[in-house]
């Protein structure tokens, strides 16, 4: 069934509390297709894989999000602001108990000392690392001339490399149409976890229509997908697709809640 951005787009929640605020440089959304077989055990029963048909085959999609928090604030109160490298890592589903598209998230990696917030507070899947841009963008072409990301770390060490053309088309498999395959990449608003703690979390966020522009694939080595075996080093090269976006503001609801039942 196609997918409408009319359905998905709503206006902003009101924001209170400790909700955040952010501008996210640099942001791109490099995703694989796997066999659906790969994901198995990985999430609870509550949620299924949002599949897509390429070639005739079921595949579930995976996604790598980089980007740089350039102003991670308050959403209400004066408050210092923070600058940060992250990327996410994510698996779209259905939420079967409600019906809703969202994503799984496998885990963050987040470079900045407060980590240990959502780590060790809210118990996130988050993890420390030190990750660098070097990227330059050209606003005269609308593209990049240069995209390079690199994360040292531990649980995630990761290296990619974009490049863009003039060429504005794109080709995204497994969707009736563009629009459907947008609405789906791009367009989540609620994340689901397993918590540090072994329980299911939640957290939802609110953006609007993103402007994404395709980009190709130079090189790729997400240190994550290679170990759990989910998308080989191989495999790495030849994304489903690769998504950028010079900035995009996100608003995130917070503190992250439990889910009450996984089933």
């Known amino acids: 069934m196609p997918l409408k951005f009319r359905d998905v787009l709503i206006k902003r929640p009101k924001v209170r509390g400790i909700d955040a605020v952010c501008q996210l440089q640099h942001f791109a959304i490099i995703t694989y297709a796997v066999a659906p077989e790969r994901l198995v055990g990985l999430i609870p029963g509550r949620f299924r894989l949002d599949e897509v048909a390429i070639d005739g085959r079921a595949q579930a999609l995976i996604s790598v999000v980089p980007f740089l928090d350039v102003d991670f604030t308050s959403a209400v109160f004066p408050f210092p602001k923070f600058q940060m490298g992250q990327t996410n890592y994510r698996v779209y589903i259905v939420d079967t108990a409600t019906g809703e598209r969202g994503v799984w998230f496998l885990g963050t990696t987040l470079d900045s000392w407060t980590v240990a917030i959502p780590r060790h507070i809210w118990k996130l899947p988050w993890h420390p690392g030190q990750i660098s841009f070097d990227c330059e963008y050209d606003p005269q072409t609308g593209r990049y001339k240069?995209?390079?990301?690199?994360?040292?770390?531990?649980?995630?060490?990761?290296?990619?490399?974009?490049?863009?053309?003039?060429?504005?088309?794109?080709?995204?498999?497994?969707?009736?149409?563009?629009?459907?395959?947008?609405?789906?990449?791009?367009?989540?608003?609620?994340?689901?976890?397993?918590?540090?703690?072994?329980?299911?979390?939640?957290?939802?966020?609110?953006?609007?229509?993103?402007?994404?522009?395709p980009a190709s694939l130079i090189s790729a080595h997400f240190?994550?997908?290679?170990?759990?075996?989910?998308?080989?080093?191989?495999?790495?090269?030849?994304?489903?697709?690769?998504?950028?976006q010079p900035i995009v503001e996100f608003t995130i609801y917070l503190p992250p809640e439990v889910v009450a039942s996984e089933s």
């Open 146 to 213: 240069r995209y390079r990301m690199r994360t040292e770390a531990e649980w995630a060490p990761a290296e990619v490399e974009l490049s863009q053309s003039t060429e504005r088309s794109l080709c995204l498999p497994g969707f009736p149409d563009t629009e459907s395959a947008l609405v789906y990449l791009t367009h989540p608003l609620v994340s689901f976890y397993h918590r540090r703690d072994g329980r299911v979390g939640t957290y939802r966020v609110w953006h609007q229509q993103l402007m994404v522009q």
């Open 223 to 244: 240190g994550l997908l290679s170990r759990t075996g989910l998308v080989s080093a191989a495999e790495q090269q030849s994304p489903h697709s690769a998504l950028v």
